[in-house]
Nanobody, 123 residues
């Protein structure tokens, strides 16, 4: 499966952004999906994940209350919406496919990763 993210860019603090992750090659329907981010000089950080049926979602502490994750089985796509963006949200955002249908916060539970999309939030 190939995962391609889009929707990143330069935004002002306080604005919102919607990232897309489109899968090709195989359907992502049986699998959980997740978003992670990594800023320069920092460890990769969990952002959000969603179970295969969309019933369960998890969010990282840094974005909880400001993020939403959703998916569409027909479009084979996953989205991450973030609001009230802060400069500290600046990072490369990467989507990943889970090893199972259960949403997880752990990187080890994801096996396919996209290349990422850059999000830069200016103050």
């Amino acid at each position: 499966v190939w995962l391609v993210e889009s929707g990143g860019g330069l935004v002002q603090a306080g604005e919102s952004l919607k990232l897309s992750c489109r899968a090709s090659g195989r359907t992502i329907n049986p699998y959980a999906m997740g978003w992670f981010r990594q800023a320069p000089g920092k460890e990769r950080e969990f952002v959000a994940s969603i179970s295969r049926n969309g019933q369960w979602t998890f969010f990282g502490n840094a974005v909880r209350g400001r993020a939403a994750i959703s998916r569409d089985g027909v479009m084979n796509e996953v989205w991450l919406e973030m609001s009230a963006l802060r400069p500290e949200d600046s990072a490369i955002y990467t989507c990943a496919r889970g090893r199972s249908g259960s949403a997880s916060e752990s990187e080890t539970e994801f096996d396919y990763w996209g290349q990422g999309t850059q999000v830069t939030v200016s103050s």
